[in-house]
Protein backbone atom coordinates (compact mmCIF):
# COMPACT_ATOMS: atom_id res chain seq x y z
CA UNK A 1 0.00 0.00 0.00
CA UNK A 2 2.65 2.53 1.38
CA UNK A 3 4.84 1.58 -1.92
CA UNK A 4 1.97 2.26 -3.85
CA UNK A 5 0.89 5.67 -2.56
CA UNK A 6 4.46 6.64 -3.21
CA UNK A 7 4.43 5.94 -6.82
CA UNK A 8 0.79 7.33 -7.21
CA UNK A 9 2.30 10.99 -5.58
CA UNK A 10 5.27 10.53 -7.24
CA UNK A 11 3.92 10.30 -10.45
CA UNK A 12 1.76 13.15 -9.94
CA UNK A 13 4.06 15.24 -8.21
CA UNK A 14 6.18 14.87 -12.18
CA UNK A 15 2.96 15.64 -14.38
CA UNK A 16 2.26 18.68 -12.34
CA UNK A 17 5.69 20.11 -12.82
CA UNK A 18 6.39 19.22 -15.73
CA UNK A 19 3.38 21.14 -17.17
CA UNK A 20 4.47 23.68 -14.88
CA UNK A 21 7.02 24.73 -16.79
CA UNK A 22 8.99 21.15 -17.14
CA UNK A 23 11.25 18.87 -15.29
CA UNK A 24 14.99 18.37 -16.86
CA UNK A 25 17.36 15.48 -15.17
CA UNK A 26 20.57 14.48 -15.59
CA UNK A 27 22.59 11.40 -14.52
CA UNK A 28 19.60 9.38 -13.30
CA UNK A 29 22.17 6.64 -14.37
CA UNK A 30 24.21 7.47 -11.16
CA UNK A 31 21.64 5.92 -8.39
CA UNK A 32 22.12 2.65 -7.84
CA UNK A 33 19.12 0.80 -8.19
CA UNK A 34 19.65 -1.49 -5.06
CA UNK A 35 21.72 -1.97 -1.87
CA UNK A 36 22.40 0.92 1.03
CA UNK A 37 23.25 4.29 -0.86
CA UNK A 38 22.75 8.52 0.03
CA UNK A 39 21.02 11.12 -2.39
CA UNK A 40 23.06 14.32 -0.81
CA UNK A 41 21.26 17.32 -2.46
CA UNK A 42 21.35 20.93 -2.11
CA UNK A 43 17.89 22.75 -0.55
CA UNK A 44 16.63 25.97 -2.00
CA UNK A 45 13.19 25.53 -2.09
CA UNK A 46 10.30 23.76 0.08
CA UNK A 47 9.68 22.12 -3.11
CA UNK A 48 12.90 19.91 -2.77
CA UNK A 49 12.05 16.69 -1.24
CA UNK A 50 8.49 16.18 -3.19
CA UNK A 51 10.71 16.60 -5.81
CA UNK A 52 14.02 14.47 -5.29
CA UNK A 53 11.59 11.44 -3.84
CA UNK A 54 9.21 12.22 -8.00
CA UNK A 55 12.32 11.96 -9.89
CA UNK A 56 14.41 8.85 -8.16
CA UNK A 57 14.41 5.32 -9.92
CA UNK A 58 13.35 4.08 -6.65
CA UNK A 59 11.52 4.71 -2.74
CA UNK A 60 13.80 7.53 -1.37
CA UNK A 61 13.49 7.83 2.51
CA UNK A 62 14.15 11.34 3.59
CA UNK A 63 16.04 12.51 6.88
CA UNK A 64 13.36 15.18 7.85
CA UNK A 65 12.69 18.23 9.97
CA UNK A 66 10.82 17.15 13.45
CA UNK A 67 8.22 19.63 13.06
CA UNK A 68 7.05 18.67 9.80
CA UNK A 69 5.53 15.34 11.51
CA UNK A 70 3.96 17.34 14.38
CA UNK A 71 1.71 19.07 11.12
CA UNK A 72 -1.84 16.97 11.63
CA UNK A 73 -2.28 17.00 7.72
CA UNK A 74 1.09 15.96 7.15
CA UNK A 75 2.06 13.08 9.75
CA UNK A 76 0.04 10.56 8.44
CA UNK A 77 1.85 10.74 5.37
CA UNK A 78 5.51 11.46 6.04
CA UNK A 79 5.95 9.03 8.90
CA UNK A 80 5.98 6.19 6.64
CA UNK A 81 8.80 7.81 4.39
CA UNK A 82 11.04 10.36 6.51
CA UNK A 83 12.88 10.05 9.47
CA UNK A 84 12.70 12.75 12.02
CA UNK A 85 15.75 14.55 12.55
CA UNK A 86 15.84 17.49 15.22
CA UNK A 87 17.81 19.97 13.40
CA UNK A 88 19.33 22.17 16.74
CA UNK A 89 21.03 18.83 17.97
CA UNK A 90 21.06 15.75 15.84
CA UNK A 91 20.05 12.42 18.27
CA UNK A 92 22.50 9.68 18.29
CA UNK A 93 19.26 7.49 18.13
CA UNK A 94 18.54 8.97 14.67
CA UNK A 95 22.21 8.11 13.46
CA UNK A 96 21.80 5.01 14.35
CA UNK A 97 18.38 4.46 12.79
CA UNK A 98 19.34 6.40 9.51
CA UNK A 99 22.58 4.22 9.66
CA UNK A 100 20.70 0.96 10.07
CA UNK A 101 18.76 1.54 7.35
CA UNK A 102 21.65 1.98 4.96
CA UNK A 103 22.98 -1.02 5.69
CA UNK A 104 19.66 -2.98 5.12
CA UNK A 105 19.83 -1.64 1.52
CA UNK A 106 17.18 1.26 1.85
CA UNK A 107 18.20 4.94 -0.46
CA UNK A 108 18.34 7.88 1.98
CA UNK A 109 18.01 11.25 0.86
CA UNK A 110 20.16 14.14 2.79
CA UNK A 111 19.91 17.79 2.50
CA UNK A 112 23.45 18.37 3.90
CA UNK A 113 22.93 22.08 5.22
CA UNK A 114 20.00 21.26 7.39
CA UNK A 115 18.00 23.77 5.97
CA UNK A 116 16.62 25.65 3.27
CA UNK A 117 19.23 28.54 2.22
CA UNK A 118 16.90 31.26 1.45
CA UNK A 119 19.63 33.25 -0.51
CA UNK A 120 20.06 30.13 -2.86
CA UNK A 121 23.49 30.18 -2.16
CA UNK A 122 25.11 26.55 -1.10
CA UNK A 123 25.79 26.74 2.54
CA UNK A 124 27.71 25.03 4.73
CA UNK A 125 26.95 21.60 5.18
CA UNK A 126 26.41 20.02 8.48
CA UNK A 127 28.43 17.65 10.14
CA UNK A 128 25.80 14.79 9.97
CA UNK A 129 26.14 13.92 6.80
CA UNK A 130 30.25 13.06 6.96
CA UNK A 131 29.03 10.93 10.56
CA UNK A 132 26.57 8.99 8.12
CA UNK A 133 29.13 8.12 5.41
CA UNK A 134 32.10 7.13 7.56
CA UNK A 135 30.07 4.81 9.69
CA UNK A 136 27.78 3.52 6.74
CA UNK A 137 30.36 3.66 4.23
CA UNK A 138 27.35 3.59 1.19
CA UNK A 139 27.78 5.29 -1.44
CA UNK A 140 27.13 9.05 -1.80
CA UNK A 141 25.30 10.46 -5.34
CA UNK A 142 26.08 14.80 -4.80
CA UNK A 143 22.85 15.82 -6.26
CA UNK A 144 22.53 19.06 -7.55
CA UNK A 145 18.43 21.22 -7.46
CA UNK A 146 18.65 24.17 -9.57
CA UNK A 147 15.19 26.19 -10.33
CA UNK A 148 13.40 25.32 -7.91
CA UNK A 149 13.66 28.53 -5.75
CA UNK A 150 12.17 30.25 -8.68
CA UNK A 151 9.37 27.54 -9.20
CA UNK A 152 8.60 28.06 -5.30
CA UNK A 153 9.98 31.07 -3.93
CA UNK A 154 10.66 31.72 -0.01
CA UNK A 155 7.02 33.00 1.35
CA UNK A 156 5.40 31.76 -1.98
CA UNK A 157 2.14 29.98 -1.43
CA UNK A 158 1.47 28.52 -4.98
CA UNK A 159 4.30 27.21 -7.88
CA UNK A 160 4.94 29.40 -10.69
CA UNK A 161 5.38 28.63 -13.87
CA UNK A 162 9.51 27.58 -14.26
CA UNK A 163 11.67 25.24 -15.53
CA UNK A 164 13.79 22.91 -12.76
CA UNK A 165 16.64 20.73 -13.59
CA UNK A 166 18.24 17.95 -10.95
CA UNK A 167 21.70 16.54 -11.95
CA UNK A 168 22.48 13.54 -9.92
CA UNK A 169 26.50 13.54 -9.89
CA UNK A 170 28.74 10.21 -10.11
CA UNK A 171 28.56 8.24 -6.60
CA UNK A 172 31.41 8.54 -4.12
CA UNK A 173 32.65 6.23 -2.72
CA UNK A 174 34.37 6.87 1.04
CA UNK A 175 37.49 4.71 1.94
CA UNK A 176 39.17 6.32 4.93
CA UNK A 177 43.25 6.78 4.17
CA UNK A 178 45.76 6.09 6.45
CA UNK A 179 46.04 9.57 7.62
CA UNK A 180 42.27 10.11 8.15
CA UNK A 181 42.26 7.44 10.82
CA UNK A 182 44.33 9.43 12.79
CA UNK A 183 41.76 12.05 12.58
CA UNK A 184 39.67 13.12 15.11
CA UNK A 185 36.06 11.77 14.55
CA UNK A 186 34.56 15.32 14.43
CA UNK A 187 37.03 16.65 11.70
CA UNK A 188 36.76 13.76 9.98
CA UNK A 189 33.28 14.14 9.54
CA UNK A 190 33.19 17.69 8.67
CA UNK A 191 35.74 17.12 6.39
CA UNK A 192 33.35 14.28 4.38
CA UNK A 193 30.74 16.68 4.54
CA UNK A 194 32.65 19.61 2.41
CA UNK A 195 33.65 17.12 0.11
CA UNK A 196 30.33 16.30 -0.59
CA UNK A 197 28.95 19.82 -0.88
CA UNK A 198 32.02 20.45 -3.18
CA UNK A 199 30.65 17.32 -5.08
CA UNK A 200 27.37 18.89 -5.59
CA UNK A 201 28.48 22.21 -6.19
CA UNK A 202 30.63 21.45 -8.82
CA UNK A 203 27.92 19.81 -10.55
CA UNK A 204 26.62 23.81 -11.74
CA UNK A 205 29.31 23.12 -14.74
CA UNK A 206 26.97 20.46 -16.41
CA UNK A 207 24.11 23.07 -16.46
Request: hydrophobic letters at 40%; a positive charge.
Amino acid sequence: MYELLYRFTAFLIRVILRINGGIEIKGLENVPLKGGAIIAANHVSYIDPPLLGAVTPRRATFMARKGLFELLWLNWFIKHYAIPVNRERTQPSTIKETIRRLKGGELIAIFPEGRRSESGEMMKAKRGVGMIVSLSKVPVVPTLIAGSEDVLPVDAKWLRRGKITVVFGKPIYYTPTALEKGTRDDRLHEEISEKVMTAISDLKKTL
